[in-house]
């Protein structure tokens, strides 16, 4: 998520300034102070496009953050300006500051520190120990993130990078060198890369399967979206919990005319190309397990083979009359057309969750629109 989407969602510095103070004395016991200051004065910026806050004079340690940050795949030109842009940014010191603050004690920032504001938490990319810090971002609640750490205190696995300590609402982890699969701009790397993605969390699936009755996971799922959408209604004023509920009423129907079981697993939740990394050897790494959690075992496989998370996935997904590649953790993988209908069906409910759950979490009136708009597309597709 860049800078300019959280100055529009939240009241981003006051809960920056904050946070930054917490993490200091949480994890590095240390009294901090931050805020604004002159560009004279300054010890630490945010430029324009980088979204991260550096010492002015960064190392290239840190600079090569932002090169990985930047890594365009849509076009060559772009990532040629992309480039050129960041070589720009990250070698020109106090200029073209689009906010500087002070923190003292002066020792407490290296140019080695890259202070990365995410979704939900913030990032201390510290290049000098190789290690990054990620603590959740005051005035958000600790919901996932406790998620995260319950689910990665519970599962070891080799794409799984290990927390080399932890708190109640931090943790400190290994930095990864390479990019996320979604910035990876060789063909050949990005293909095999989802490949490898598909082979772990299929490990994950069959470590953890197990069945649920079908009706029983459908209707729960349908009473915890019917809760979710009249608080979504009054806390957010969504404007589409109608139209989301026959969604929802008219998918539960479809499920369990030839389907009687449902094969569950542990799953990711958000199995996008943000969340998969490839390491400088080609090796992939699974994180942001903040919505882990037990689904089907086609739900991740929806999410990234149909690419869910982007304007028109969903239309892929539902053209397809036999979407074969939502089985890579399905042991039985025989279904005739119906089952796929009734397999889609599941997908849908659990997406539809996966949203309302996500925007049950924001600050307060932020999301809503986003919602809305996903209902509306949903609503197109299956009229
Ligand atoms: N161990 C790591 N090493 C290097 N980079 C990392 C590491 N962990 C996370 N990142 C980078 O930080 C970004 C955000 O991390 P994460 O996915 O955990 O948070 P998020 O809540 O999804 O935030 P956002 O939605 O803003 O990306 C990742 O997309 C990745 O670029
Ligand atoms: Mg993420």
Redo the contacts with the bound molecule.
């Keep these: 998520?860049d800078l300019s989407s959280m100055l529009a969602r939240e009241d981003f510095f006051t809960h920056f300034f904050a946070t930054v103070r917490k993490y200091y004395k949480e994890v590095r016991n240390m009294d901090v102070e931050i805020g604004f200051s002159s560009k004279k004065d300054c010890n630490l910026v945010i430029k324009p496009y980088l979204s991260a806050a550096t010492a002015p004079n960064m190392s290239s340690r840190a600079r090569s953050f932002f090169y990985?940050?930047w890594n365009v795949r849509s076009s060559f030109l772009k990532y040629i300006a992309a480039k050129a842009g960041v070589v720009l940014l990250t070698h020109s010191g106090k200029s073209f500051a689009q906010f500087a603050f002070r923190m003292t004690p002066e020792d407490a920032l290296t140019p080695d520190l890259v202070i990365?504001p995410?979704?939900?938490?913030i990032?201390f990319?510290d290049y000098k120990s190789g290690t990054?810090g990620?603590i959740i971002k005051s005035g958000f609640t600790s919901k996932y993130f406790q998620n995260q750490l319950n689910f990665r205190k519970s599962h070891a696995y080799p794409f799984m990078?290990p927390m080399l300590r932890w708190g109640e609402d931090w943790f400190i982890?290994?930095?990864?060198i390479g990019h996320?699969l979604a910035r990876v701009t060789k063909e050949s790397v990005y293909q095999q890369g989802i490949v490898d993605a598909l082979a772990d969390i299929k490990l994950l699936a069959e470590n953890t399967l197990s069945q649920a009755e079908a009706e029983a996971y459908v209707s729960e799922m349908t009473a915890r979206i019917g809760r979710l959408l009249s608080q979504a209604e009054k806390r957010k004023h969504i404007k589409t919990a109608a139209s989301a509920l026959k969604i929802v009423e008219k998918a539960a129907e479809t499920v369990g005319k030839s389907l009687n079981s449902i094969p569950m697993c542990e799953s990711h939740g958000?199995f996008q190309g943000?969340?998969i990394?490839v390491d400088e050897k080609g090796k992939t790494w699974i994180?942001?397990w903040?919505t882990a959690g037990r689904r089907s075992v086609w739900y991740d496989s929806a999410v990234l083979c149909y690419s869910l998370r982007r304007p028109f996935g969903w239309e892929g997904l539902a053209g397809e009359q036999f979407p074969d590649k939502l089985l890579n953790c399905d042991r039985e993988k025989r279904y005739d057309a119906g089952g796929y209908q009734e397999i889609k069906a599941v997908v849908l409910l659990e997406d539809i969750l996966f949203y309302l759950e996500d925007l049950l979490e924001l600050p307060e009136d932020w999301g809503a629109e986003i919602f809305d708009a996903f209902v509306k597309r949903i609503e197109q597709i299956r009229t």
């Design positions: 998520m990985s940050e990365a995410n979704n939900r938490s990032r990319f990054v990620c990078l982890e290994p930095i990864l996320p958000d943000g969340n990394w994180y942001d903040e």
